[in-house]
Nanobody, 124 residues
């Protein structure tokens, strides 16, 4: 299982970014895939996840109303669209996956596979 994250960068408060996670080495529609983030000095936080096939999603309270997770099964890629970013969103963002049926991922420890991080910095 390989997960390749990209799309991080620096934006001003109120700005937007879209992260991408290209998956390979497994059958994409048989895994829950999601995003977690880790800010300096803080624990890794599960942000959003999407069911195998893309029919269901779950968001942490910090992401609700601002972040949208989607997936493209043909491209084996998941996306995280982040709007109205604020400095508290500054972190390394990781895509992750776990096999099996849909279930909301509440903690990062529930994932089995991880990609490398992509850095998001929100500052003026």
């Amino acid at each position: 299982v390989q997960l390749q994250a990209s799309g991080g960068g620096s934006v001003q408060p109120g700005g937007s970014l879209t992260l991408s996670c290209k998956a390979s080495g497994y059958k994409f529609i048989e895994y829950v895939i999601g995003w977690s983030r880790q800010a300096p000095g803080k624990e890794r936080e599960a942000v959003a996840c999407i069911s195998p096939g893309g029919g269901a999603t779950f968001y942490a309270d910090s992401a609700k109303g601002r972040f949208t997770i989607t997936s493209d099964n043909l491209k084996s890629t998941a996306y995280l669209r982040m709007n109205n970013l604020n400095p508290e969103d500054t972190a390394d963002y990781y895509c992750a996956a776990r096999p099996g049926a849909w279930g909301e991922v509440l903690t990062s420890q529930e994932y089995d596979y991880w990609g490398q991080g992509t850095q998001v910095t929100v500052s003026s």
